[in-house]
């Protein structure tokens, strides 16, 4: 095989891998939308699409992984594209537990929507706009290999564990005079805690568009520099 033909077959399965992720991505968008969709709207059958198409997400993160596997044997490539290959599957995985978390809510939304209109609901708004962001300025990043973006998610997830942590105890107040509402408020609790962690795995792939555009590993890079200022590192 000559090396002109080695280096088209190449391309295409780099072209191939990043669509996948692409389609990965807003698929795993598609559901979250649609899961707080069905909680805000009490649309029940808007939960169970979430539920039944999160198997589509499982299927590409295996397809992913096996895309990024099958270029590391046949071209061994090396420096960006190599970094390109690793990222795909790493940001697969983190882009699969989002979708989980998606069908977590519409799963919490399905049984509220069961029961009588919560008006509590409506406080997992924000939370969910902050981290929607979050999500798509980490898909930009990675997209476009934008180091700044990236870089930048970690001190803007502070602002959603702060209102995460000021709903929860909205919600953990309320449940104290809850008339009967103490089942769904304990499901918006954990809805809040999906929503949380959706906002922490957006920052994990802006980490790595950083290691994409600069192959620099900025993991735990606060508790590193908390330690060299003598303070306690904090999660």
Same mark, same amino acid.
């Given at each position: &095989?000559?090396?002109?033909?080695?280096?088209?077959?190449?391309?295409?399965?780099? !072209?191939?891998?990043? %669509?996948?992720?692409?389609?990965?991505?807003?698929?795993?968008?598609?559901?979250? !939308?649609?899961? &707080?969709?069905?909680?805000?709207?009490?649309?029940?059958?808007?939960?169970?699409? /979430?539920?039944?198409?999160?198997? =589509?997400?499982?299927?590409? !993160?295996?397809?992913?992984?096996?895309?990024?596997?099958?270029?590391?044997?046949?071209?061994?490539?090396?420096?960006?594209?190599?970094?390109? /290959?690793?990222?795909?599957?790493?940001?697969?995985?983190?882009?699969?537990?989002? #979708?989980?978390?998606?069908?977590?809510?519409?799963?919490? +939304?399905?049984?509220?929507?069961? #029961?009588? &209109? @919560?008006?509590?609901?409506?406080?997992? *708004?924000?939370?969910?706009?902050?981290?929607?962001?979050?999500?798509?300025?980490?898909? &930009?990043?990675?997209?476009?290999?934008?180091?700044?973006?990236?870089?930048?998610?970690? @001190?803007? =997830?502070?602002?959603?564990?702060? $209102?995460?942590?000021?709903?929860?105890?909205? $919600?953990?107040?309320?449940?104290? =005079?809850?008339? %009967?509402? #103490?089942?769904?408020?304990?499901?918006?609790?954990?809805?809040?805690? +999906?929503?949380?962690?959706?906002?922490? $795995?957006?920052?994990?792939? %802006? *980490?790595?568009? /950083?290691?994409?555009?600069?192959?620099?590993?900025?993991?735990?890079?606060?508790?590193?520099? #908390?330690?060299?200022? %003598?303070? +306690?590192?904090? +999660?």
């Amino acid at each position: &095989m000559n090396q002109q033909h080695i280096f088209r077959d190449f391309d295409k399965a780099i !072209e191939a891998l990043k %669509g996948e992720v692409l389609t990965m991505a807003g698929l795993t968008r598609q559901n979250l !939308e649609r899961a &707080m969709r069905s909680l805000l709207e009490r649309d029940i059958d808007l939960a169970r699409s /979430v539920i039944a198409d999160d198997a =589509d997400v499982d299927d590409l !993160e295996r397809q992913i992984d096996q895309s990024g596997i099958d270029i590391l044997v046949r071209f061994h490539p090396v420096a960006s594209d190599l970094r390109l /290959v690793i990222t795909s599957m790493k940001m697969a995985h983190n882009l699969e537990r989002i #979708s989980d978390h998606a069908v977590n809510i519409a799963k919490r +939304s399905k049984k509220i929507c069961k #029961s009588t &209109m @919560v008006e509590d609901a409506s406080l997992t *708004e924000p939370l969910y706009s902050l981290a929607d962001k979050l999500l798509r300025d980490a898909l &930009m990043a990675y997209t476009d290999a934008n180091v700044t973006l990236g870089e930048g998610l970690k @001190v803007r =997830d502070k602002e959603l564990d702060q $209102l995460h942590k000021q709903m929860i105890a909205s $919600l953990s107040a309320r449940l104290e =005079d809850s008339n %009967g509402r #103490s089942e769904n408020l304990l499901h918006l609790i954990f809805v809040a805690r +999906s929503i949380e962690r959706i906002g922490d $795995l957006a920052v994990n792939i %802006g *980490e790595d568009a /950083v290691f994409l555009g600069e192959a620099r590993d900025i993991r735990h890079e606060h508790r590193r520099n #908390s330690a060299e200022e %003598g303070e +306690s590192p904090v +999660s």
